[in-house]
T-cell receptor
Framework: DTGVSQNPRHKITKRGQNVTFRCDPI?????LYWYRQTLGQGPEFLTY????????KSRLLSDRFSAERPKGSFSTLEIQRTEQGDSAMYLC?????????????FGPGTRLTVL | QKEVEQNSGPLSVPEGAIASLNCTYS??????FFWYRQYSGKSPELIMS????GDKEDGRFTAQLNKASQYVSLLIRDSQPSDSATYLC????????????FGRGTSLIVHP
């Protein structure tokens, strides 16, 4: 399967703990995106990378969130000092092109529950 | 402020009927439009993209775009129970970083 993969698929943590998620994009895709989705809402943009460069971060991305894509391949999203409001599905997507025909392909997501 | 509006539903249609899902957007600079299907507990799956006014057909799916009226719709012909899902509309505005803005989705229920 050469689609987008994400690990772990589920994460339960206690408030105040740090968590890290991983995303492996489709191999030839140079753009990688992170989104957050809560129940009844569409995906909300968090940040994106073009190759290893992080080009844009949403105002939703507080200082407790950090993302990396060190070699332009896989990416990690870390949340420090988790809060109950961080509970959501974290989605990763990748795309081949950077223009208007930016068709994104999503991974299965990581569901985070903060107790 | 980019806004993409969808009726959250649920839209309930009988098996075999045509399901019509609508999406309106606020930014007249919008140039690319996408429909994603999302089953409960799963991630979004791209089903259609449309860039020009008019209709685009792919199997049982037809996307319709009217830029003057700022809406895009998705028609599903011969609806099947397996089409029951949430359908997300996403819009890209020209001249920026080409990050799509998603609507909240419309829940579709196809009953036998």
């Amino acid at each position: 399967d050469t689609g987008v993969s994400q690990n772990p698929r589920h994460k339960i943590t206690k408030r105040g703990q740090n968590v890290t998620f991983r995303c492996d994009p489709i191999s030839e895709h140079n753009r990688l995106y992170w989104y957050r989705q809560t129940l009844g809402q569409g995906p909300e943009f968090l940040t994106y990378f073009q190759n290893e460069a992080q080009l844009e971060k949403s105002r939703l991305l507080s200082d407790r969130f950090s993302a990396e894509r060190p070699k332009g391949s896989f990416s990690t999203l870390e949340i420090q000092r988790t809060e109950q409001g961080d509970s959501a599905m974290y989605l990763c997507a990748s795309s081949l092109v950077a223009g208007a025909d930016n068709e994104q392909f999503f991974g299965p997501g990581t569901r985070l529950t903060v107790l | 402020q980019k806004e993409v509006e969808q009726n959250s539903g649920p839209l309930s249609v009988p098996e075999g009927a045509i399901a019509s899902l609508n999406c309106t957007y606020s930014d007249r600079g919008s140039q690319s439009f996408f429909w994603y299907r999302q089953y409960s507990g799963k991630s979004p799956e791209l089903i259609m993209s449309i860039y020009s006014n008019g209709d685009k057909e792919d199997g049982r799916f037809t996307a319709q775009l009217n830029k003057a009226s700022q809406y895009v719709s998705l028609l599903i012909r011969d609806s099947q129970p397996s089409d029951s899902a949430t359908y997300l509309c996403a819009v890209i505005v020209a001249g920026g970083s080409y990050i799509p803005t998603f609507g909240r989705g419309t829940s579709l229920i196809v009953h036998p």
